[in-house]
């Protein structure tokens, strides 16, 4: 009974409850962080671990099916301009959906037409990426060389910020992992496969036209963001910092309640494009059974309230503690112990980031197991925790972003050549996967917290930190990547030797003993309503 | 010898579906007992009623373990695979033997033919032994993706207890098409369920009235043979009842 929901409670807990833990350990240390402070992070964790249950199965149920059909629907309908038209105008409105954008846009400029510009231009970049995304898995192109080109651009634009305008440089590197929200990422994952599915692939693949998109279109923004940076047009608004402080139960959970009622607001504008796409596609194209389509809604109500609770929960549950935490910590006697607490929260967040197990499940399914779950949050817990050690170091030591960024890139690029298609592809994505929610609003704000704390440029060394995330669990997937390649040959080579050692070009059929095939009455294989032999086995 | 179709030792195909995180430990079992020709697939198990499958709350993520395996050992595969994975309990999953008729190497053949640790009892257990007739079936339809649903709901109505579905992709040379000179290939769901073999006539006949060849589903529906099975799908209600009893 019920097993499948039993299954995803328990992997909620287990992967929240960590984090949790670690967190309220480490509060203890602290007498600034009082009573009704851990009863707000109690409830949050427990918000959040009902939130990522449901969230979880609204994935698997409606988001991540609809995402395929469409996916599948634009290529099997083999119409060109639904080809071109529906990734271009999906981006498009899944961006401008999703409230991250209206945030950056907000913290950019002061004056709403400019606002409302650059808000349309970072939709539109999504919206052209998803395209390019599409078209590469359409036409097979090399996704090492789509990602040298996009990137080489990027980091090319990004240099010349530099020179000009150096604060936006972590902010726009930043905006990537802010645009592709909870709801975006896992639609998109599926709708890449959707399309790959029906697209036959040639030889030479090995899976990776599953992947991509989201690496694509997280570098969609960065690009926009860097132009409108050399434009000189926009400059960066400190956001005045919510201090909000509780005391009371009833208090508490009235603002938790605020809370929920403004993310249900937040995701049903999200998860808007997202239905509408649906009821388009269904009526005139896909016209899916009734039972589908009742189990389509279901899951997408759950992935609305299941995402609703989650934000709640991070919002008002971890996000004033995660800031406060911070804080402390850097301004404590042992400031040092920010880099490797900041490495601990960081792997252990990663588990919490709904959008990871989407990934995973994914991996897994593609590679019929190669790259097993387990296997994979691994990679991604050491990626997020290596990111979050150096965004502290960052914060503590004003380092330039550069220092990590550069070899970082020049690191993947390299491994491009080595690793595993398959693996490279994921990696990319895995970037975009891992910078969701729980990174903008626990980990962004600790490092924050912390840079205050210890008076540093906010802009230049705390952000950064999602650009961070993004980037270093690429560098970890593609090692192992090329790791594993090296064993996988390694074994190839061992086995040729050992075994079989006269497997010949020509083959004798063999047949199975004839004696042992039981009486197979021919009869029976027929369906006819007359003859019904199967009755004799029952009298 | 030249020549001649060669007799050998009968293999057998070995189909297990348990749940996802099973597969790899079974398959490392059966590296354990030195079977080792085993391949993993990833499928989705059913829920056990329509209006049950609308919540999400029991659809499951299945691994199916496909194992070579010498046809004289079968029924010590089954028993020791049966007591490792508790396959007596509800909701465990299913392990079924389906007899292979032909191999196209001889000496792959003979390789797999002897593999595998042997149980004790010889006499028991030997290739020439008359069996039983046989008592369970696996049918397997083929329809077009997402027909899935009528047929699980069309067998389900004629007593079948539960499914499995695997993902597949049409290559029939009617069905590929070309579109700007790539090659399109139209998704399948492939829905394997394994039956009393009285039950199976029956069964099949419901799902090609509602999701055969004429219908929308496009479907293919045919029963393989199966020499032995066990596993949770035979339990009736009643069974499962005093199972969970006994474990209070």
Same mark, same amino acid.
């Given at each position: 009974m019920?097993?499948?929901?039993?299954?995803?409670?328990?992997d909620? @807990?287990?992967?929240?409850?960590?984090?949790?833990? &670690?967190?309220?350990? /480490?509060?203890?240390?602290?007498?600034?962080?009082?009573?009704?402070?851990?009863?707000?992070?109690?409830?949050g964790?427990?918000?959040?671990?009902?939130?990522?249950?449901?969230? @979880?199965?609204?994935?698997?149920?409606?988001?991540? #099916?609809?995402?395929?059909?469409?996916?599948?629907?634009?290529?099997?309908?083999?119409?060109?301009?639904?080809?071109? %038209?529906?990734?271009?105008?999906?981006?498009?409105?899944?961006?401008?959906?999703?409230?991250?954008?209206?945030?950056?846009?907000?913290?950019?400029?002061?004056?709403?037409?400019?606002?409302?510009?650059?808000?349309?231009?970072?939709?539109?970049?999504?919206?052209?990426?998803? %395209?390019?995304?599409?078209l590469?898995?359409?036409?097979?192109?090399?996704?090492? %060389?789509?990602?040298?080109?996009?990137? +080489?651009?990027?980091l090319?634009?990004?240099?010349? &910020?530099?020179?000009?305008?150096?604060?936006?440089?972590?902010?726009?590197?930043?905006?990537?992992?802010?645009?592709?929200? =909870?709801?975006?990422?896992?639609?998109?994952?599926?709708?890449?496969? +959707?399309?790959?599915?029906?697209?036959?692939?040639?030889?030479? @693949?090995?899976?990776?036209?599953?992947?991509?998109?989201?690496?694509?279109?997280?570098?969609?923004?960065?690009?926009?963001?860097?132009?409108? /940076?050399?434009?000189?047009?926009?400059?960066?608004?400190?956001?005045?910092?919510?201090?909000?402080?509780?005391?009371?139960?009833?208090?508490?959970?009235?603002?938790?309640?605020?809370?929920?009622?403004l993310?249900?607001?937040?995701?049903?504008?999200?998860?808007?494009?997202?239905?509408?796409?649906?009821?388009?596609?269904?009526?005139?194209?896909?016209?899916?059974?009734?039972?589908?389509?009742?189990?389509?809604?279901?899951?997408?109500?759950y992935?609305?309230?299941?995402?609703?609770?989650?934000?709640? +929960?991070?919002?008002?549950?971890?996000?004033?503690?995660?800031k406060?935490?911070?804080?402390?910590? =850097?301004?404590?006697?042992?400031?040092?112990?920010?880099?490797?607490?900041g490495?601990?929260?960081?792997?252990?967040?990663?588990?919490?980031?709904?959008?990871?197990?989407?990934?995973?499940?994914?991996?897994?399914?593609? &590679?019929?197991? &190669?790259?097993?779950?387990k296997?994979?949050?691994?990679l991604?817990?050491?990626?997020?925790?290596? /990111?979050?050690?150096?965004?502290?170091?960052?914060?503590?030591?004003?380092?330039?972003?550069?220092w990590?960024?550069?070899?970082?890139?020049?690191?993947?690029?390299?491994?491009?050549?080595?690793?595993?298609?398959?693996?490279?592809?994921?990696?990319?994505?895995?970037?975009?996967?891992?910078?969701?929610?729980?990174?903008?609003?626990?980990?962004?704000?600790?490092?924050?917290?912390?840079?205050?704390?210890i +008076?540093?440029?906010?802009?230049t060394?705390?952000?950064?930190?999602?650009?961070?995330?993004?980037?270093? #669990?690429?560098?970890?997937?593609?090692?192992?990547?090329?790791?594993?390649?090296?064993?996988?040959?390694? =074994?190839? %080579?061992?086995?040729?030797?050992?075994?079989?050692?006269?497997?010949?070009?020509?083959?004798?059929?063999?047949?199975?003993? /004839?004696?042992?095939?039981?009486?197979?009455?021919?009869?029976e294989?027929?369906?006819?309503?007359?003859?019904? #032999?199967?009755?004799?086995?029952?009298? | 010898?030249?020549?001649d179709?060669?007799? *050998?030792?009968?293999?057998?195909?070995?189909?297990?579906?348990?749940?996802?995180?099973?597969?790899?430990?079974?398959?490392?079992?059966?590296?354990?007992?030195?079977?080792?020709?085993?391949?993993?697939?990833?499928?989705?198990?059913?829920?056990?009623?329509e209006?049950?499958?609308?919540?999400?709350?029991?659809?499951?993520?299945?691994?199916?373990?496909?194992?070579?395996?010498?046809?004289?050992?079968? $029924?010590?595969?089954?028993?020791?695979? $049966?007591?490792?994975?508790?396959?007596?309990?509800?909701?465990?999953?299913?392990?079924?033997?389906?007899? *292979?008729?032909s191999?196209?190497?001889?000496?792959?053949?003979?390789?797999?033919? $002897?593999?595998?640790?042997?149980?004790?009892?010889?006499?028991?257990?030997?290739?020439?032994?008359?069996?039983?007739?046989?008592?369970?079936?696996?049918?397997?339809?083929?329809?077009?993706?997402?027909?899935?649903?009528?047929?699980?709901?069309a067998?389900?109505e004629?007593?079948?207890?539960?499914?499995?579905?695997?993902k597949?992709?049409?290559?029939?040379?009617?069905e590929?098409?070309?579109?700007?000179?790539?090659?399109?290939?139209?998704?399948?769901?492939?829905?394997?369920?394994?039956t009393?073999?009285?039950?199976?006539?029956?069964?099949?006949?419901?799902?090609?009235?509602?999701?055969?060849l004429?219908?929308?589903?496009?479907?293919?529906?045919?029963?393989?043979?199966?020499?032995?099975?066990?596993?949770?799908?035979?339990?009736?209600?009643?069974?499962?009842?005093?199972?969970?009893n006994?474990?209070?």
């Open positions: 019920l097993r499948n929901l039993q299954k995803k409670f328990l909620a @807990s287990i992967s929240t409850l960590p984090i949790s833990l &670690t967190v309220i350990l /480490a509060s203890l240390f602290f007498k600034e962080i009082n009573g009704p402070l851990y009863l707000i992070f109690i409830l964790t427990i918000l959040l671990i009902i939130g990522l249950a449901i969230f @979880s199965l609204g994935i698997d149920m409606g988001l991540s #099916p609809i995402g395929k059909n469409v996916g599948s629907h634009i290529v099997t309908s083999k119409k060109f301009f639904l080809l071109i %038209l529906v990734p271009l105008l999906l981006g498009l409105i899944i961006a401008l959906a999703e409230p991250g954008i209206a945030v950056i846009s907000g913290q950019l400029t002061t004056d709403p037409s400019v606002a409302r510009m650059i808000t349309i231009s970072l939709a539109s970049g999504v919206g052209i990426f998803l %395209l390019v995304s599409v590469r898995i359409f036409f097979k192109i090399s996704l090492r %060389l789509v990602f040298f080109f996009v990137y +080489g651009l990027m090319l634009l990004a240099a010349l &910020t530099q020179f000009i305008n150096p604060d936006f440089v972590a902010v726009a590197l930043d905006a990537g992992g802010v645009t592709t929200g =909870a709801i975006t990422v896992p639609f998109l994952m599926a709708f890449t496969v +959707g399309i790959a599915t029906v697209a036959k692939a040639d030889k030479n @693949s090995d899976g990776d036209e599953n992947f991509g998109t989201i690496a694509l279109c997280t570098t969609g923004p960065m690009i926009i963001i860097l132009l409108f /940076a050399l434009s000189g047009r926009i400059k960066i608004f400190n956001e005045p910092p919510a201090q909000e402080s509780y005391s009371g139960f009833l208090e508490i959970l009235k603002v938790f309640g605020r809370g929920f009622l993310y249900l607001k937040d995701v049903a504008i999200s998860i808007f494009p997202i239905v509408l796409t649906f009821v388009i596609f269904q009526i005139f194209a896909l016209k899916l059974k009734k039972t589908q389509v009742i189990r389509i809604a279901i899951g997408l109500l992935s609305y309230l299941g995402l609703s609770l989650f934000l709640t +929960g991070v919002n008002v549950g971890f996000l004033p503690i995660g406060l935490l911070g804080g402390l910590i =850097a301004l404590s006697e042992i400031r040092w112990v920010l880099v490797p607490f490495a601990l929260v960081g792997a252990l967040m990663v588990l919490a980031e709904p959008s990871v197990h989407a990934l995973t499940r994914q991996v897994n399914e593609l &590679t019929s197991g &190669t790259l097993p779950r296997l994979m949050l691994i991604l817990c050491l990626g997020v925790s290596l /990111a979050m050690g150096i965004s502290l170091l960052r914060s503590i030591t004003a380092i330039s972003l550069w990590f960024i550069l070899p970082i890139y020049a690191l993947c690029f390299i491994l491009a050549f080595f690793s595993p298609k398959l693996f490279t592809a994921i990696a990319f994505d895995s970037g975009g996967v891992v910078s969701g929610p729980m990174t903008v609003t626990f980990a962004l704000p600790f490092v924050i917290g912390a840079c205050n704390a +008076g540093g440029n906010v802009f060394d705390a952000f950064g930190t999602v650009a961070m995330v993004a980037l270093a #669990p690429v560098l970890i997937v593609m090692l192992t990547g090329t790791v594993y390649k090296y064993y996988v040959r390694k =074994a190839e %080579l061992g086995s040729e030797l050992e075994q079989l050692p006269e497997v010949k070009d020509t083959v004798d059929l063999v047949e199975a003993d /004839a004696t042992l095939v039981v009486d197979f009455d021919e009869a294989l027929e369906i006819d309503e007359n003859d019904m #032999p199967d009755k004799k086995h029952q009298t | 010898m030249e020549g179709i060669k007799k *050998i030792k009968p293999l057998k195909l070995l189909i297990a579906i348990v749940d996802m995180n099973k597969g790899e430990k079974l398959s490392m079992f059966l590296n354990d007992h030195d079977y080792k020709f085993h391949f993993v697939s990833i499928a989705e198990g059913t829920a056990p009623s209006i049950r499958s609308y919540w999400g709350f029991e659809d499951t993520q299945k691994s199916v373990v496909w194992a070579l395996i010498p046809g004289d050992s079968s $029924k010590h595969v089954l028993s020791i695979i $049966k007591n490792e994975f508790m396959l007596n309990r509800p909701n465990t999953g299913v392990v079924f033997i389906v007899p *292979i008729e191999f196209a190497d001889p000496v792959v053949a003979d390789h797999i033919s $002897k593999c595998g640790d042997r149980p004790e009892n010889k006499n028991e257990e030997n290739g020439e032994e008359k069996m039983d007739k046989r008592e369970y079936s696996l049918l397997m339809a083929i329809v077009k993706k997402a027909y899935s649903d009528e047929v699980m709901a067998a389900r004629v007593g079948a207890k539960g499914g499995t579905i695997l597949a992709r049409g290559t029939g040379e009617h590929i098409t070309k579109f700007l000179g790539i090659t399109i290939e139209p998704e399948k769901d492939i829905i394997l369920i394994l009393k073999r009285e039950k199976r006539s029956n069964i099949m006949k419901t799902i090609y009235e509602k999701a055969g004429h219908t929308e589903g496009n479907g293919l529906i045919l029963a393989l043979p199966v020499d032995e099975a066990l596993g949770s799908f035979n339990l009736n209600h009643e069974m499962v009842e005093e199972i969970k006994l474990q209070k």
